[in-house]
């Protein structure tokens, strides 16, 4: 009786398999804490929310003192000007250094999960766009608000935003 030939080492009908490095698990960037992740968007937003402060309490204050009709208006422009200076500031960190005002004071930003810069293009468009407009959608919008920032208790501390976007937040 004759002998079935050898098997081959290597079986073709195998799934392909790769060597992948995980940069985030090389050691070259550390993940952000979740803790002070929440802390600079609570700075963030209370920094915007100043200058809101300061439309809805300065406006009816000027009504009742009888002020002159013309410093309502001012107060709102001026408040509406310091809002899109914020703005251009924030947008000028965040394609520089990938950090809003409190990321940079807490020392994270956004970079790529490469580990390559984030371009400001890439965090509107891909990272705060598309979860804004999800979350104006009736029902589905109160699922996505609330599921975005759970996402960040995995072991990879992304949340849904980030995952859309292919971001990670590390200590800078």
Not at 150 to 159: E, N
Not at 163 to 172: E, G, L, P
């Amino acid at each position: 009786m004759q002998q079935p030939p050898p098997l081959p080492t290597v079986n073709p009908y195998a799934a392909p398999t790769a060597r992948v490095i995980d940069p985030l698990q090389t050691g070259t960037q550390e993940l952000a804490d979740r803790g002070i992740r929440l802390l600079a968007k609570i700075v963030d937003g209370l920094v915007y929310g100043a200058l809101f402060l300061l439309i809805l309490v300065a406006a009816p204050l000027l009504v009742k003192s009888g002020g002159n009709s013309v410093a309502g208006p001012i107060i709102v422009i001026v408040a509406a000007l310091g809002v899109i200076v914020l703005l251009i500031v924030n947008c000028v960190l965040l394609h520089r250094y990938g950090q809003t005002i409190a990321k940079r004071w807490f020392k994270i930003k956004i970079v790529r999960t490469d580990g390559s810069p984030c371009s400001l293009l890439r965090v509107i468009f891909a990272r705060w766009l598309p979860v804004t407009l999800l979350g104006v959608i009736p029902l589905v919008g109160y699922i996505v608000s609330l599921l975005d920032p759970l996402l960040i208790f995995r072991d990879d501390y992304r949340c849904l935003h980030d995952q859309i976007a292919d971001t990670v937040v590390v200590k800078a």
